[in-house]
T-cell receptor, first 115, second 113 residues
Framework: GDSVTQMEGPVTLSEEAFLTINCTYT??????LFWYVQYPGEGLQLLLK?????DKGSNKGFEATYRKETTSFHLEKGSVQVSDSAVYFC??????????????FGQGTRLTINP | DVKVTQSSRYLVKRTGEKVFLECVQD?????MFWYRQDPGLGLRLIYF???????EKGDIPEGYSVSREKKERFSLILESASTNQTSMYLC????????????FGPGTRLTVT
C-alpha cells in the first residue's frame, strides 16, 4: 500500500537557521502531497500542498517541491523562528469510496527552535 | 473559518468501559474522519464517513465503531476500552469540492487505566 517516510526527529535548530525535513513516498498513481503542522496543544493544520509533479507548494516561508523522479517532497525554510516549533507531518492522498480522500501520514518530525 | 470541535480534550476511562468520543463540524462537510495519533506512528485512519449513516473502515478499525446520524456529527465508540487504546484521537472533516484539504479538531487525549 501507499506509504510516507519522514526524516526522524527530533530536530533542534537555532533561530534563523536553514531547515530541511525530508519526506519520501511510495504510491501507485499520482497522489497529491501535503505538509501538515501541529502546534502544541492543537490539531493539525494544512501548511502547504502540491497536486502534480514539479509543483511547488509554499506558505509562511515554507516550501516543498513535488519530485516524481525521486518520489520526494522535502520541506524547507530559509530562516526559522521560535514560533515554528511544532510537529510536522508529510502526507499523501488516496481516493476512497464516495470520493473522499484518505490521507496517509508519515510518522511526524518534532521541530524545536531555540532563540 | 471551518471549525471542528471535539467533546473532550482529556478523558480517563477504566478498562472495559464503553467510551464515546464526539466530533462536530460547522461547515456542512460531507466527509468526516477519525484518526489516532501515536508517537513514531503518525496518524492512522480508524473510520471515515462520506455521508449521513454511511461509514467505511479505515486501516485500524478493530475495537472501534462509529455513528453518523447527523451530517455535522461523527461519533467514535470504543465498545470495551482497553489499555492499548490509550492514545490521542483526532477528528477531521472535508468537503467534496475541496477533497484534498482536511480540517482537524484539537484532539482528545484518552487514557485507559
Amino acid at each position: 500500500g501507499d506509504s510516507v517516510t519522514q526524516m526522524e526527529g527530533p530536530v533542534t535548530l537555532s533561530e534563523e537557521a536553514f531547515l530541511t525535513i525530508n519526506c519520501t513516498y511510495t504510491a501507485t498513481g499520482y497522489p497529491s502531497l501535503f505538509w501538515y503542522v501541529q502546534y502544541p496543544g492543537e490539531g493539525l493544520q494544512l501548511l502547504l500542498k502540491a497536486t502534480k509533479a514539479d509543483d511547488k507548494g509554499s506558505n509562511k516561508g515554507f516550501e516543498a517541491t513535488y519530485r516524481k523522479e525521486t518520489t520526494s517532497f522535502h520541506l524547507e525554510k530559509g530562516s526559522v523562528q521560535v514560533s515554528d516549533s511544532a510537529v510536522y507531518f508529510c502526507a499523501l492522498s488516496d481516493i476512497m469510496r464516495g470520493g473522499a480522500q484518505k490521507l496517509v501520514f508519515g510518522q511526524g518530525t518534532r521541530l524545536t527552535i531555540n532563540p | 473559518d471551518v471549525k471542528v470541535t471535539q467533546s473532550s480534550r482529556y478523558l480517563v476511562k477504566r478498562t472495559g468501559e464503553k467510551v464515546f468520543l464526539e466530533c462536530v463540524q460547522d461547515m456542512d462537510h460531507e466527509n468526516m474522519f477519525w484518526y489516532r495519533q501515536d508517537p513514531g506512528l503518525g496518524l492512522r485512519l480508524i473510520y471515515f464517513s462520506y455521508d449521513v449513516k454511511m461509514k467505511e473502515k479505515g486501516d485500524i478499525p478493530e475495537g472501534y465503531s462509529v455513528s453518523r446520524e447527523k451530517k455535522e456529527r461523527f461519533s467514535l465508540i470504543l465498545e470495551s476500552a482497553s489499555t492499548n487504546q490509550t492514545s490521542m484521537y483526532l477528528c477531521a472533516s472535508s468537503s467534496p469540492g475541496r477533497r484534498d484539504e482536511q480540517y482537524f479538531g484539537p484532539g482528545t487525549r484518552l487514557t485507559v487505566t
